[in-house]
């Protein structure tokens, strides 16, 4: 079946999801990581979608996780673990130090330049560069946060689990249970 919203098309599927609303990231981290152990892909998890996907699909009207549980139009959004946000961040810093000392180096390797000039060079070219680096990170990391925060704020962080048969919902039900995941129920389709 699908419905018209927004201008856009949105398909629904008959398969059956879980959902639950987390209180905490790490109740929600550690119930996807339950998740993904059982044998839930990474595709048959989804959270809910940034502000800006809300306001594109929902406009600007103040939401609450419970309005949001069975929404089909609501934005999803993929699961980006801490794991993963610390490697970008890592990548940014360090991929910013060395685009800094790689154009101070290359500037400075002339045949007319000294050892110590072209190191001095270095140093400075990949210094600012690297406080870039860590500024850039700093804010992928906060972006991150906020995220959750705000879903907190707005009554809960939601996850949505694909489940394909009746035992894959019993299972799915029971993770997110067990970690403290409320309003905790299956619907019969999913998007």
């Keep these: 079946m699908t419905a018209e919203t927004n201008a856009h098309r949105t398909t629904y599927i008959n398969v059956p999801e879980a959902v639950g609303v987390f209180n905490s990231f790490e109740t929600l981290q550690q119930a996807i990581y339950d998740l993904r152990m059982s044998g839930f892909s990474r595709a048959d998890i989804s959270l809910l979608g940034g502000k800006d996907a809300l306001e594109e699909t929902l406009g600007s009207a103040y939401w609450r996780a419970e309005d949001l549980e069975d929404n089909p139009d609501a934005p999803r ?109 299956v619907h019969p389709w999913s998007e």
């Design 77 to 185: 959004a993929a699961f980006v673990s801490e794991e993963a946000i610390g490697e970008l961040q890592g990548a940014i810093a360090g991929g910013f130090l060395f685009l800094g000392s790689y154009i101070a180096m290359a500037a400075m390797l002339t045949p007319l330049s000294t050892l110590a000039a072209s190191i001095a060079a270095i140093a400075i070219g990949g210094g600012p560069a690297a406080v870039i680096g860590t500024l850039l990170a700093r804010r992928v990391g906060q972006h991150h946060k906020d995220y959750y925060a705000d879903q907190i704020r707005n009554g809960g962080i939601l996850l949505w689990v694909r489940t394909v048969d009746a035992e894959k919902e019993a299972l799915a039900v029971k993770i997110l249970e067990g970690h403290s995941g409320r309003d905790v129920h």
